[in-house]
């Protein structure tokens, strides 16, 4: 385990490419049924969230480790 965290702007662009195709799926998904504000935002944030955690970055983080800790590898 690497001693410190990976650089703000890598974990921040990792997160954004793992969230970016949710949101916009998310969009298409939601559109047709005509939801309260309301109710289509907290699905909305709720779905990536359970799935950013416990899918998506674990997966990432591992495919992307020798990038986000480069002081690992060697």
């Given at each position: 385990?690497?001693?410190?965290?990976?650089?703000?702007?890598?974990?921040?662009?990792t997160?954004?490419?793992?969230?970016?195709?949710?949101?916009?799926?998310?969009?298409?998904?939601?559109?047709?049924?005509?939801?309260?504000?309301?109710?289509e935002?907290?699905?909305?944030?709720?779905?990536?969230?359970?799935?950013?955690?416990?899918?998506?970055?674990?997966?990432?983080?591992?495919?992307?480790?020798?990038?986000?800790?480069?002081?690992?590898?060697?």
């Open positions: 385990m690497p001693a410190k965290p990976p650089a703000k702007w890598k974990m921040a662009l997160t954004w490419v793992a969230l970016l195709p949710m949101v916009v799926a998310l969009g298409y998904i939601f559109g047709p049924f005509r939801l309260s504000v309301l109710l935002q907290a699905l909305s944030t709720i779905i990536p969230v359970v799935i950013l955690t416990w899918v998506v970055m674990p997966a990432l983080t591992r495919m992307l480790y020798g990038w986000l800790y480069p002081e690992a590898r060697g």
